[in-house]
């Protein structure tokens, strides 16, 4: 070797040694704080095998400038993924896929997440249902109230061996096996509703639902023959099978007492989950 190239390339022996500076950890590296959220589910409604299958807790970090990098991408907004890589950013356990988890569990995470980043109360707008005026209101993250769901007697509930859950429809007699809805499920959805919004074209918000939440019917599992009742199905059954869905399916709920300043309109509202929620007007 040269001598010339020796000063551009270092002497012979060196090639791929680092300098001592190099190898030295950063003076301002540290550990991320992570706290353990508590599962609305415990665990309950995940397969043998998935990662939270009987799980009270799910560890997550604190969020970080990167996590608002995310929320503010212009692209995942528009492709509606932010939330998504939000939940997987804040995930410990690289392991879950925040599409594969419960609805309320994932109400839970993106919660905890939201307060630790931006304390515990959250300010936003409410629309009187009364009189649709528009007011100011504050909700405390800190009171959130954890459902575990319940097989309510009303409803003839029984729990699978599958962790699935069974039912009789009261006008069809049809029995109606059902599964709670996760990430992926909800996002299809959201998706195909402002699809059809956005082509003049009627939701059918309703009858999507039910085609995700079933599983079978009469132990028919065949996406045929699902959907064709669905489409069928008696007002007073879908009502009745809604229901059976949201007494079972864990989560977590934020609620105030609201008093309209315009026209006194009294009413316990939920904690809307606005543009503002991971947004605030700092």
Not at 32 to 44: A, C, I
Not at 59 to 84: H, N, P, Q
Not at 175 to 184: D, K, M, N, S, Y
């Amino acid at each position: 070797m040269s001598r010339n190239n020796e000063e551009r390339f270092g002497p012979r022996g060196d090639a791929g040694s680092e300098s001592p500076a190099a190898s030295l950890p950063n003076p301002l590296d540290f550990v991320s704080p992570t706290e353990h959220v508590e599962l609305p589910s415990r665990g309950r409604g995940y397969p043998q095998g998935h990662p939270l299958h009987n799980k009270e807790t799910i560890e997550i970090k604190y969020m970080t400038a990167k996590e608002e990098d995310i929320l503010s991408s212009r692209s995942l907004l528009k492709k509606g993924l932010a939330i998504e890589r939000l939940i997987e950013s804040v995930i410990c356990d690289k392991n879950i896929s925040a599409r594969e988890m419960l609805v309320g569990d994932r109400n839970a995470v993106l919660i905890s997440a939201r307060r630790s980043a931006y304390g515990n109360i959250y300010s936003t707008k409410v629309t009187c249902p009364n009189c649709a005026t528009v007011s100011p209101s504050d909700f405390d993250l800190n009171e959130a109230k954890v459902y575990e769901g319940t097989d309510a007697e009303e409803y003839g509930i029984e729990v699978t061996p599958r962790g699935l859950f069974k039912t009789t429809l009261p006008v069809t007699n049809f029995i109606v096996e059902f599964r709670l809805l996760r990430g992926q499920d909800e996002m299809d959805i959201v998706k195909k509703s402002q699809k059809l919004s956005k082509n003049n074209a009627s939701e059918e918000n309703v009858t999507d639902q039910l085609k995700k939440l079933i599983v079978s019917v009469n132990e028919y599992t065949e996406a045929k023959v699902i959907n064709h009742v669905v489409k069928q199905l008696p007002a007073q059954d879908s009502i009745f099978l809604r229901g059976a869905y949201k007494q079972c399916s864990p989560d977590i709920k934020i609620s105030e007492d609201f008093t309209c300043p315009s026209c006194g309109f009294e009413q316990e509202l939920e904690v809307p989950f606005g543009a503002d929620f991971f947004w605030p007007d700092r």
